[in-house]
């Protein structure tokens, strides 16, 4: 099984909203582990819009802080990010990502989920 799974992606309205889910396991242990949001649109690069630390603690790029939450759900092993007022610049494809706490790299990746925001 991969150890990062991706859901929740879809098609929704300007202003709408979206949860996506990911299932976060396959880790020696999984309470040393920060995870991100990450996401690539169309002729850009990947860019990291939310991280989450061991202590729950969020940051969010400039472009979704105050519309998109990142948090984790330790016993079912889920990290989510839930996505409000949506804009079309939002689309792109989802990935979440692990890595150590204490290091910068992120090492483990999903298989990416596409959200596509219309006007």
């Known amino acids: 099984q991969a150890p990062l799974v ?7 309205q300007a202003g709408g ?11 020696p242990s999984k309470w040393n582990y920060c995870h991100g949001w ?22 969010y790029a400039n472009s979704v802080r105050g519309r998109f939450t990142i948090s984790k759900d330790y016993p079912k092993n889920i990290v989510y990010l839930q996505m409000n007022n949506i804009n079309p610049e939002d689309t792109a494809v989802y990935y979440c990502a692990a890595r150590r706490c204490g290091e910068t790299t992120y090492n483990w990746w999903g298989q990416g989920t596409q959200v596509t925001v219309s006007p």
Do not use: H, K
Not at 6 to 12: I, L, R
Not at 44 to 58: F, H, K, L, S, T
């Open 17 to 27: 909203s979206l949860r996506l889910s990911c299932l976060a396991s396959g880790y």
């Open 6 to 12: 991706e859901s929740g992606g879809g098609s929704v």
């Open 38 to 59: 990450f996401r690539q649109r169309q002729g850009y690069g990947r860019e990291e819009v939310a991280g989450i630390d061991n202590a729950q603690r969020p940051t």
